[in-house]
């Protein structure tokens, strides 16, 4: 019940596509859905983060589409640059400080020039 | 605003022997994290401070694995000794109170590699 589950593993797509990352999760309590970017020999840093009160939330190129009866959430990139070429991680965590934040395995994405 | 520092950034060590991983967390951040991501998978959490109290570390293996915070400031985690499972990246990161409200900042990290 603990587990966000992420697809793909890896992806690759041409610049100025639409990037799609998908996740999963199975514990209802979850709150908080954040995505992390993270470049090589970096720490993940936050890109973006919903909670379930709303179903799409969007900064920039970077949109999250939330589907709570379905318990589903995606990473939709729009646009995509070789600048956005790193692995993306899915989490969810609950609304109190005290609780640990849960990562997906990871997307490795390439954007092709 | 200076970033979460960590060091050293690489370490290998042959198995059984120890090592100690230090983190600085940002200026007034409380909460400090410190995950083990090993390659291929997201980060995990092996514990977590508020100040220099611990408040999770369920997922710590205690029988080698040990972390402390004094002063509610810098922290070290220790591995002794170390097995081959234990090559990874250690992440420390923090939070100034709770992550959903404030963010949660990740260091470099430090890759481990146990021979």
């Known amino acids: 019940q603990q587990q966000v589950k992420q697809s793909p593993q890896s992806l690759i797509v041409q610049k100025g596509g639409i990037s799609i990352i998908n996740c999963a999760y199975e514990?209802?309590?979850?709150?908080?859905f954040p995505w992390y970017q993270q470049f090589p020999g970096k720490g993940p840093a936050l890109l973006i983060a919903?909670?379930?009160?709303?179903s799409e939330k969007k900064e920039g190129r970077f949109t999250i589409s939330f589907n709570k009866s379905a318990k589903q959430f995606s990473l939709h990139i729009m646009d995509s640059q070789p600048g956005d070429s790193a692995t993306y991680f899915c989490?969810?965590?609950?609304?109190?400080?005290?609780?640990?934040?849960?990562f997906g395995k990871g997307t490795r994405l390439h954007i092709l020039p | 605003e200076a970033g979460v520092a960590q060091s050293p950034r690489y370490k290998i060590i042959e198995k059984r022997q120890s090592v100690a991983f230090w983190c600085n967390p940002i200026?007034?951040?409380?909460?400090l994290y410190w995950y083990q991501q090993i390659l291929g998978q997201g980060p995990k959490l092996l514990i977590q401070?508020?100040?220099?109290?611990?408040?999770?570390d369920s997922q710590l293996p205690k029988d080698r694995f040990s972390a402390e915070r004094l002063k509610g400031v810098d922290s070290t985690l220790k591995i002794q000794p170390a097995k081959l499972e234990d090559s990874a990246v250690y992440l420390c990161?923090?939070?100034?109170?709770?992550?959903?409200?404030?963010?949660?900042?990740f260091g470099p990290g430090t890759r481990l590699t146990v021979t």
């Open positions: 990161a923090s939070s100034l109170a709770g992550l959903q409200y404030f963010g949660q900042y």
């Open positions: 919903i909670r379930p009160d709303v």
């Open positions: 401070f508020q100040n220099n109290g611990v408040v999770d």
């Open positions: 200026s007034g951040h409380a909460t």
């Open positions: 989490a969810a965590s609950r609304q109190n400080r005290d609780d640990k934040i849960i």
């Open positions: 514990n209802t309590a979850f709150d908080y």
